[in-house]
């Protein structure tokens, strides 16, 4: 989720095949970060990205290593402690939140705000003012809905973003 950030997948990609063989907690925290700038190189950003993977590995080391001890905190709670987090943003966070930790969430990213807006839905100034219009709905549904939301919104933004000329009037049909 951190390697995602500011880069395409494809790039993301790269660096997962660079770091295959340290794909553990401790691997990650004991590598030094030098080899693990050059690991994770084709993602970009790579020396803020390995300090962000470093502090993240730190964080849930300190934290005993395991998910469980997660169940007990509010989302509110778990949000707080994820965002304390150096390189752990809002989207990230949630992300986190829906991925890792399974609690149900509404990603709003850049895919989100831009879809909402062509909608009609409105302007969202940042993605903490879509997410307080929209995480309610979150509540409502189960968790596999959620992630279906976020990834059908991804793959739309996608779509979209190469092209421009798009047809999403179907979107606005009463007829369906």
């Known amino acids: 989720m951190i390697l995602i950030q500011q880069t395409t997948q494809a790039n993301v990609d790269k660096a997962l095949i660079n770091l295959e063989s340290y794909l553990t907690v401790?691997?990650?925290?004991?590598l030094d970060?030098?080899?693990?700038?050059?690991?994770?190189?084709?993602?970009?950003?790579?020396?803020q990205k390995s300090q962000y993977i470093k502090a993240l590995?730190?964080?849930?080391?300190?934290?005993?290593?395991?998910?469980?001890?997660?169940?007990?905190?509010?989302?509110?709670?778990?949000?707080?402690?994820?965002?304390s987090i150096k390189g752990v943003g809002p989207e990230t966070a949630d992300a986190m939140m829906m991925y890792?930790?399974?609690r149900k969430v509404f990603i709003g990213d850049q895919y989100a705000i831009?879809?909402?807006?062509?909608?009609?839905?409105g302007e969202y100034k940042n993605l903490e003012h879509m997410r307080?219009?929209?995480?309610?709905?979150?509540?409502?549904?189960?968790l596999e809905l959620c992630k279906e939301w976020?990834?059908?919104?991804?793959v739309h933004?996608?779509?979209?973003?190469?092209n421009k000329n798009l047809d999403e009037t179907w979107l606005f049909s009463s007829n369906i």
């Open 26 to 30: 401790r691997q990650l925290h004991e």
């Open 33 to 47: 970060e030098e080899t693990l700038q050059s690991l994770i190189r084709p993602a970009g950003f790579y020396k």
């Open 57 to 83: 590995m730190k964080w849930f080391i300190d934290h005993g290593e395991s998910f469980d001890k997660f169940d007990e905190y509010t989302d509110k709670e778990l949000r707080i402690e994820l965002l």
């Open 100 to 102: 890792l930790f399974e």
């Open 114 to 121: 831009r879809l909402f807006k062509r909608l009609g839905f």
């Open 132 to 142: 307080r219009e929209f995480n309610h709905l979150a509540d409502r549904v189960p």
């Open 150 to 154: 976020h990834a059908a919104v991804d």
């Open 157 to 162: 933004g996608k779509a979209y973003r190469l």
